[in-house]
């Protein structure tokens, strides 16, 4: 399945010229409408001519939209360019398997938890679908890990906000109640925190089970359990 505007950049062109040349039972559903013109729509379109199993379904919505993304076997999303893929995040969220283009934006969302192919690469799209098209137990596999490590995300989301409010006024004091917040998220989350610059030497002679009792403290005060 695809699921998006129906413009050039989303690559949909890769996906139809692909699946056309995969051997399986299954449907291509590509849902969306157009953004500006219907022209590109025609021209995909008159791209699956004479293959059934290529379905456009037009805008969907609503109860829809979540029988698409409940019932999906892969979720496509085959861009040559992405700013923020929200409906991949909401592809995973629902526990789709995700096939996507090696952009940084679907890569970095998706991480080891989707397939990938090279992006504009026609035949690699094809072989990744014909592989999963082969492999049930490969795409049960994904969609498990793809299901929990949006979990993860989800509830990493409110300790993500106040740690960005405690760093943002990068003083000893903010950054000391920050500190025990990173630690209970390492610990609970697995998150990576290289990119997180503290004061060194504030923290010395506290434990980490010290550190991490503050930062549940810390949470609670601020509304997050």
């Known amino acids: 399945m695809f699921l998006g505007r129906l413009v050039p950049e989303k690559g949909i062109r890769y996906l139809v010229e692909a699946f056309k040349n995969v051997k399986t039972d299954k449907k291509l559903v590509i849902a969306g409408g ?6 590109f729509m025609e021209e995909l379109k008159e791209l699956a001519k004479g293959d059934d199993q290529i379905l456009f379904t037009g805008f969907v919505q609503g109860t829809m939209l979540d029988e698409l993304y409940s019932n999906a076997y892969i979720y496509t999303l085959p861009s040559d360019l992405e700013g923020m893929p929200l409906s991949l995040l909401e592809a995973m969220s629902y526990g789709n398997c995700c096939l996507v283009s090696d952009i940084p934006e679907c890569a970095e969302v998706v991480e ?25 137990e490969m795409v049960i596999r994904m969609k498990k890990q793809a299901a929990a490590a949006e979990r993860k995300k989800i509830m990493f989301q409110p300790y993500s906000a106040i740690l960005g409010r405690f760093l943002s006024e990068k003083t000893e004091h ?3 109640m920050a500190m ?17 610059t503290i004061l060194p030497g504030t923290f010395a002679n506290r434990s980490e089970g010290e550190l991490r009792a503050a930062g549940e403290l810390v949470g609670r005060s601020m509304g997050y359990n």
């Open 180 to 196: 025990p917040l990173m630690l209970m998220v390492k610990a609970e989350f697995g998150a990576s925190l290289s990119s997180i």
């Open 112 to 136: 080891d938890k989707a397939l990938i192919f090279k992006k504009s690469d026609v035949e690699d799209l094809r072989e990744k679908l014909q592989d999963a098209c082969d492999h049930p």
């Open 174 to 176: 903010t950054v000391s």
């Open 34 to 39: 157009s953004s500006d013109t219907d022209s």
